[in-house]
């Protein structure tokens, strides 16, 4: 046997152990791997395995829906096909007041519109419209997510082919049913024509506002030029409208128009369609637009419809639901007031010299009933202004007075106490009366008869500024008002719309009802998707002092201050008219009709001595009469309020008001309406600068009011305003 070296054995024994530690370290890694398995939780396994679950279902489903997708036909004669894009208005008495028509519309060749909007629609509406097939899955995936983060709507989904699917042949609603037919369509549409014709049919049916569809309409409609004569920055506007015509057309708001311009640009800057100096120069072009088109004449009541467009937006339409969703939509507007109103407007704006542009008037009138608008004017010529005065902030000067009165009314005063018309000074401020005439002690009813300053401020002097300030809050004031005294005067600024609704309140028994303008909705099949809901309405004020305000506002119109007013059955209302002549105002009611007028510069410049009982009042008359033709002469459902002159009430205990201590609070400022008519014409027995204790003729002579409140401390709490509801119930009528 041959010799085994010693070296060879030691070499077969390391490599013996070396195989035996791999097979122990194998051994325990296999023992490991094993434990570690047994101690992984079964709850996430099933988790995962539940989710890749549900990802191949959504990708089964994804493919199911393209594959029935691309088995869809093409559509016949898709090139020749118009959509019905008749939406209407009508007037409660059924006058079409406003059609949603093509009232500018051109068809464009897709060869003659320039490159630069192609690319500026494209960035901004559908960066993916050559590359998709009518609809993207992703996009809307996207937009849904972020739409979800959001908590609210931020992005939208549809392409344009998407949209051309739901002009041409869908409804507005969203809903989710809309979504997939809209999808469908759309694909449809792509097998039908090619991208270009599909971009070309777009461009000339899109609605983007100002009564323009299609691309070309709207470059005459804000420039006067063809579409391909407009500048970069021109037609980045004209694209960024598709969105919300309404909101962006720079005739209704510029700055809007120039912001959205400006984010068009810079997603063209972003996709390299301009380079920065193109986008930096045209970021920077002024806006200039045409002459307000001619087709706004059609609308037979413009402001109107524009607080229309706004009510239907709360309700979740947006501009292009109403304009091409063919819906018959019946207003409250009575068609022959608003006819006589804007008549009224231009001949007593006219008769008195007031033909500038500057030289504007605002008219509001609506239902103390049911809160049904019957007739609305933001301005006297729609054509040359587009800005809605109705809901301007402007001094209410006197006409802010009765809220003062019914604060005092409210706290336990009666329309006979009587009230000191004497010069008052508090602090530095003395208001005065016109002309300086002053009375002595007047009773509360004749000091608002007159438009006394001095009174008014002696009154909330007495009642309180906050309990005048809460009053006003609970009746529907919700602009500004200063903590000091001159609000007494109305030298703060309020809203026509709310101070008219509020007055609505002393016409109906203390309720204040929220005035509204769409009575139903229809679609072009007669399906009514939208109809006013029942009337509500809560108390406010109390119903005695409704009353005795109605009793006192009365004397404005028939002795006092409106006597330009007189319509010749029961009415109340007052005059207002603020320092320097710069604004005059007439609010004023009957059983059925509440109106207020507004008329001043807007430019804030003085009217030169129009006061609230000329124009105002001659306006309020004229339509007035036409207002209340179908409601007839009834005279308010109060009891009789006596309202004795001052002769009888100075032989008793009546409550007087009147000192002469200082306030260091207040400020100067307020109406300089005490009155409009001199006093001297009210009771020839005034002495001019000097105040005297006279005889009232007698107004009103009936049996006392049933209840009628003893005067109570000014200092009780005043509770919060209950809100203001839509309108009243028929059992409250």
């Excluded at 037609?235 to 969105?243: D, E, N, S, T, Y």
């Excluded at 002469?633 to 004795?644: A, G, H, R, W």
């Amino acid at each position: 046997m041959a010799r085994i070296r010693r070296e060879d054995l030691y070499a077969a024994e390391r490599a013996r152990t070396a195989a035996n530690r791999t097979e122990h370290r194998t051994t325990d890694g296999n023992r490991q791997q094993i434990g570690n398995k047994k101690k992984k939780n079964p709850f996430w396994s099933n988790v995962r395995s539940f989710t890749i679950f549900i990802i191949a279902c959504a990708l089964a489903g994804i493919a199911a829906f393209e594959l029935y997708l691309s088995s869809l036909s093409p559509i016949k004669n898709l090139e020749g096909f118009k959509p019905n894009i008749v939406t209407q208005f009508y007037s409660h008495d059924g006058e079409i007041i406003k059609t949603f028509t093509a009232y500018s519309s051109k068809k464009v060749d897709i060869d003659t519109v320039p490159d630069e909007f192609k690319k500026a629609l494209i960035a901004t509406e559908d960066k993916n419209f050559y590359s998709h097939h009518g609809y993207d899955l992703s996009g809307l995936a996207r937009s849904t997510v972020q739409n979800i983060m959001a908590g609210h709507v931020v992005q939208g989904a549809s392409t344009i082919t998407q949209q051309l699917a739901r002009i041409l042949f869908l409804s507005n609603e969203k809903t989710f049913d809309r979504k997939i037919k809209e999808i469908i369509i759309a694909s449809r549409i792509e097998k039908s024509i090619p991208k270009d014709k599909i971009l070309e049919m777009y461009m000339n049916n899109v609605y983007l506002g100002s009564g323009a569809y299609g691309v070309e309409s709207a470059a005459e409609t804000y420039f006067n030029k063809r579409l391909n004569q407009c500048t970069l920055s021109e037609m980045a506007l004209i694209a960024g409208l598709p969105q919300a015509p309404s909101v962006y057309s720079p005739f209704n708001n510029k700055k809007l128009a120039e912001q959205r311009r400006n984010q068009v640009l810079l997603r063209m800057y972003k996709m390299k369609y301009i380079t920065k100096d193109e986008y930096e120069k045209a970021k920077e072009e002024t806006i200039r637009l045409s002459k307000v088109p001619r087709f706004y004449t059609t609308n037979k009541a413009p402001y109107f419809t524009d607080y229309v467009m706004k009510e239907l937006e709360r309700m979740g339409f947006d501009e292009t639901d109403i304009s091409q969703g063919g819906y018959k939509i019946i207003t409250t507007i009575d068609y022959k007031t608003q006819e006589k109103l804007n008549e009224a407007i231009l001949t007593n704006m006219r008769n008195y010299g007031l033909t500038g542009k500057n030289q504007q008037a605002a008219v509001f009138s609506f239902s103390p009933i049911d809160g049904r608008i019957i007739a609305y004017a933001g301005g006297k010529n729609y054509t040359e202004s587009q800005y809605d005065r109705v809901q301007a902030i402007r001094p209410a000067g006197s006409a802010f007075k009765p809220f003062v009165y019914a604060t005092a009314l409210e706290h336990g005063m009666t329309p006979n106490d009587l009230i000191e018309d004497r010069p008052i000074k508090i602090g530095s401020w003395a208001p005065k009366n016109y002309g300086s005439n002053y009375r002595g002690y007047i009773p509360l009813y004749s000091a608002l008869t007159i438009s006394s300053n001095v009174c008014a401020v002696r009154l909330i002097k007495e009642v309180g500024i906050r309990a005048v300030i809460q009053t006003a809050r609970t009746l529907g004031i919700t602009t500004p008002l200063e903590y000091d005294y001159t609000i007494a005067l109305g030298s703060n600024g309020s809203k026509l719309f709310e101070l008219t609704r509020a007055y609505g309140a002393f016409a109906n028994g203390g309720y204040v009802v929220q005035p509204f303008a769409i009575e139903r909705i229809e679609t072009s099949r007669g399906k009514i998707v939208y109809r006013a809901p029942k009337a509500k309405a809560s108390r406010q004020i109390s119903f005695i002092t409704a009353a005795e305000m109605t009793a006192m506002l009365k004397t404005v119109i028939t002795h006092g201050t409106g006597r330009g007013a007189n319509i010749g059955v029961p009415c109340a209302g007052k005059t207002g008219t603020t320092d320097d002549y710069k604004d005059a105002s007439f609010v004023g009611y009957t059983p059925t009709v509440v109106t207020g007028v507004w008329v001043g510069n807007d430019d804030n410049t003085t009217t030169r001595s129009i006061q609230g009982g000329s124009v105002p009042a001659r306006i309020w008359h004229d339509v007035m009469l036409v207002a209340i033709e179908k409601f007839g002469k009834n005279d308010f459902n109060y009891p009789e309020i006596e309202l004795k002159p001052s002769w009888v009430i100075n032989q008793g205990d009546a409550h007087k008001i009147g000192d002469d201590e200082t306030d260091d609070t207040a400020k100067s400022g307020g109406s300089i309406e005490s009155s409009a008519l001199s006093p001297e014409a009210v009771d020839p027995t005034v002495v001019k600068g000097s105040p005297v204790s006279i005889s009232e003729p007698q107004i009103k002579k009936t049996a006392p009011a049933a209840s009628a409140p003893t005067h109570s401390p000014v200092s009780a709490p005043i509770p919060a305003p209950a809100p203001i509801p839509m309108a009243i119930p028929e059992s409250v009528r």
